[in-house]
């Protein structure tokens, strides 16, 4: 796999059994933009500069900017995504989400091509909808340029918990640039995605249908490997709180992001006053520093 400045690409070949999907990035919504990239710059992240997100909106034709930018945190093979208000008048398509909650909304899986990765997801699910090509500006050497990029965005109302997207990127050069994978803290990746719900059997389909392979599952607990990297965890909300000291409502609440030296990620949160929490499971910081989600800790495997 391709580092320092492209992102790798997954292949499709069109066979059912054949689609990679890996895990590409998450996205988390939050009120107070600045306030939440200071949250993370003060974890030891370094984002990249703000960029206004844009799209279609209802009543005009073509792309225009939404009320919304983002900053991101570019990890070795995946990235996390911070997601704001900047403009209040604008169109936020993200208003119903972040009226539910702050935190964690989107979870993103890297194709290398979108139209034939559909032609695969919609022989197992309607729940998934074409591709819809996307951009935004960022600046690459000193001037602005436009990512490009497809999504396949989920339908909402057959899978509400979180916006399930798939990623082809047109452009990843522009996004994995070297500058922006500095971190503070020695952040590598991210690895897995925990989803609380009622019921874990019932977001079952929606693995299926992404093709991950169930490794674990019992009452309260079902893990499952996606079909390229990283994993997927679906708890009940007393088994999280069994782990995690609170119970929170359905909806991705966790992620477990890896870093090259876990002392000294710790010792820099520790200088910091961020709360580190232990379990049998491994050590996290809490929502209140994370900007509304568990951040799991592990150690680098050297892994990509």
């Known amino acids: 796999m391709k580092q320092n400045g492209q992102a790798p690409v997954a292949a499709s070949t069109g066979a059912a059994h054949a689609l990679q999907l ?69 169109f936020n398509p993200w208003a119903r989400f972040i009226a539910k909650y702050e935190g964690l909304h989107i979870m993103a899986l890297r194709c290398g091509d979108a139209e034939s990765a559909h032609a695969v997801l919609s022989a197992r699910t309607d729940a998934l909808q074409p591709p819809v090509p996307r951009e935004r500006m960022l600046d690459v050497d000193g001037a602005p340029r436009a990512m490009r990029f497809r999504n396949i965005f989920s339908r909402d109302e057959v899978w509400p918990e979180a916006r399930y997207l798939v990623i082809e990127h047109q452009t990843p050069e522009f996004l994995w640039q070297p500058r922006y994978q500095q971190h503070e803290n020695g952040a590598c990746d991210l690895v897995a995605v925990t989803f ?73 949160f520790k200088s910091r006053g961020v709360t580190v929490g232990h379990s049998r499971y491994g050590q996290w910081i809490e929502p209140r520093d994370a900007n509304g989600f568990v951040m799991h800790l592990a150690e680098d495997n050297g892994h990509s």
Request: with cysteine; aromatic share 8%; net charge negative.
């Open 196 to 268: 609380v719900a009622d019921e874990p059997s019932a977001l079952v389909p929606r693995l299926d249908a992404l093709g991950a392979n169930i490794v674990m599952q019992d009452g309260d607990c079902i893990s499952a490997r996606l079909p390229g990297r990283g994993t997927v965890h679906i708890m009940r909300s007393g088994a999280f709180a069994d782990v995690y000291g609170y119970a929170p409502h359905s909806g991705m609440q966790a992620i477990t992001v890896s870093f090259k030296d876990l002392g000294h990620t710790l010792a820099l």
């Open 22 to 90: 890996d895990l590409d990035h998450v996205g988390c919504l939050v009120n107070a933009f600045a306030t939440g990239a200071g949250q993370w710059e003060k974890l030891g992240f370094q984002l990249t500069p703000e960029s206004r997100q844009r799209g279609a909106v209802p009543g005009r034709e073509g792309f225009h900017p939404w009320a919304t930018a983002n900053r991101c945190v570019i990890l070795r093979d995946t990235y996390l995504e911070l997601i704001g208000v900047v403009d209040p008048a604008a």
